[in-house]
């Protein structure tokens, strides 16, 4: 593999945390609440080897992400939204981390709820799940994250993720590490099983549902909350539609109303 790396630059890393809690979708919740404090708690780095750098183009990143996975030596955390991924990347993703299960090193991933009707990747979870890794999933967006021994993390630096950020300051991989967590303790277990689309289906639909309910009731769009979930237009459209009917809405707007409605009377 070739590991020549480009031009990279430092950033202040209080900078990144705050741009980071408005593209961490849902879990920025968590961030806002320690942004917050960020001033006292992430001083400046004092030099670039302990700090943040730009990493730019697939090749870069992917290198770099190698390169510190070969240093793993206790836990790797991984958040993989936008729903399923590619086979091939699947594939690529399982060798890079078959030998550190096999050695031992803990690893839990956090997929969206719609990664489990995607068959390439129930195989994947299988795979690293039998060596000993977790897997958990969630119905809302969550952005890219990868964090190594909380003390070194990858996270995007733009929204078409052509380049990210390279984290080696241990209070923000620690502060990432625990951003995790908190998205951790509220997600749902992947069972491995070879169970039909419907099954699964049975098992995240409420979540789903749920998650549709607030976007809406938040004026999202059908194309938005398509994007946030990780599911398909047409599926957004369909969940909409079973609303309408519960609700007994005639349209979206009266549905919003109504949904909004219910959540201000049960709460």
Not at 16 to 43: I, N, V, W
Not at 179 to 200: H, I, M, T
Not at 216 to 231: N, P, T
Request: with cysteine.
């Amino acid at each position: 593999m070739n590991t020549t790396r480009g031009a990279t630059s430092t950033i202040d890393p209080l900078d990144t945390l705050l741009r980071m809690a408005d593209t961490l979708g849902t879990l920025s919740r968590y961030a806002a609440e320690s942004a917050e404090h960020a001033t006292t708690a992430f001083p400046p780095a004092p030099a670039p080897a302990a700090g943040i750098a730009y990493l730019h183009g697939g090749p870069e990143i992917t290198g770099a992400i190698h390169d510190a996975l070969r240093e793993a030596r206790h836990e790797i955390l991984t958040a993989q939204p936008d729903g399923p991924r590619p086979d091939a990347t699947l594939d690529e993703a399982y060798e890079a981390v078959r030998g550190h299960l096999d050695r031992g090193v803990a690893m839990r991933t956090l997929y969206q709820h719609s990664s489990r009707f995607h068959e390439a990747t129930k195989r994947y979870v299988g795979c690293v799940q039998a060596r000993g890794a977790q897997v958990r999933t969630l119905p809302e967006l969550f952005d890219r994250m990868i964090v190594i021994d909380r003390e070194v993390a990858f996270i995007p630096a733009d929204q078409a993720r052509t380049s990210a950020v390279l984290v080696r300051d241990t209070a923000v991989t620690g502060y990432l590490a625990d951003v995790f967590e908190k998205a951790w303790d509220r997600a749902e277990p992947y069972p491995f099983r070879p169970v039909r689309a419907a099954d699964a289906a049975c098992e995240v639909i409420p979540d789903l549902r749920r998650a549709i309910r607030k976007l809406l009731i938040e004026g999202r769009s059908d194309k938005a909350i398509a994007r946030r979930l990780g599911i398909s237009l047409r599926s957004v459209q369909g969940h909409v539609s079973c609303l309408r009917d519960e609700f007994g809405a005639q349209h979206r707007f009266q549905l919003g109303y109504l949904m909004g409605l219910a959540e201000h009377e049960g709460s």
